[in-house]
């Protein structure tokens, strides 16, 4: 199974909450009826997170976003086909505008990896820790020292193991085709790997607070450093189960 995953930023003129109630209530209703090859969709609202690191004093980029869309298909193929369903083309695509700020949009094909957790569940947190990589490594190894790095923390970091309920590393993979015309064209930065964490409640994120902090510190004690958090953000979220097929 692949999907689409997109970080959006709301359109002008509509609050946070405005946005995520439309995009729940509304366009999710749209998609329920009719899934066009959807095998799962699920919205991620945040309600907190922050971007880029703390010695960016100078940052001038806002990476600030509203909600996660995932796309579940069970096949490229599949996700080729639903941008091309006439319902999708002309009744789900359109109502984008009502919500959703095109330009600034993020949009990936990944699949995921789900890494064994300790204390395993469902969890009401969910996490979302998009990680850009360095330009100056190569995929393999950052997708290496990513995975050891994870590893590692949750040795040194008990009560980290104990409150991750799930743990899935996304990364993206080619498509053929083009199936990115329901979101438009993405013109946002490229990301090789997204972190999806659950978590029971908002009482465990001081524990992924200092779970990012020494993974910020791993990677800057690396030569040369895997991650380039000045371009990387995290989401605090709850996640909306839109389509279970």
Not at 91 to 107: C, K, S
Not at 186 to 215: C, Q, T
Request: net charge negative; proline share 6%; aromatic share 12%.
């Amino acid at each position: 199974m692949i999907k689409q995953m997109v970080a959006v930023r709301r359109r002008p003129g509509l609050t946070h909450q405005e946005c995520c109630d439309y995009v729940e209530i509304v366009h999710g209703e749209l998609a329920r009826r009719d899934p066009a090859g959807v095998a799962r969709y699920v919205q991620s609202h945040a309600f907190d997170g922050a971007f880029g690191s703390k010695a960016d004093m100078t940052y001038q980029q806002f990476f600030g976003r509203d909600f996660i869309t995932e796309l579940f298909f069970n096949s490229p193929e599949d996700m080729i086909r639903n941008a091309a369903t006439p319902y999708v083309r002309d009744v789900v695509m359109p109502d984008g505008r009502f919500f959703n700020n095109f330009e600034a949009l993020i949009l990936s094909t990944m699949a995921e990896t789900v890494v064994p957790v300790t204390n395993p569940g469902e969890g009401r947190i969910k996490v979302i820790h998009y990680l850009k990589k360095a330009a100056v490594v190569s995929e393999e190894v950052y997708n290496h020292r990513w995975a050891e790095a994870h590893a590692a923390i949750l040795a040194r970091q008990p009560e980290m193991a104990t409150a991750l309920r799930k743990y899935i590393q996304s990364r993206p993979i080619k498509t053929p085709g083009e199936a990115h015309t329901h979101f438009g064209v993405a013109k946002g930065p490229f990301y090789e790997g997204v972190a999806s964490m659950w978590f029971d409640d908002e009482a465990a994120l001081p524990i992924f607070r200092a779970y990012e902090v020494e993974l910020n510190r791993i990677n800057a004690e690396d030569s040369p450093p895997f991650i380039d958090f000045s371009h990387s953000f995290f989401l605090y979220t709850i996640e909306k189960v839109i389509l279970e097929a």
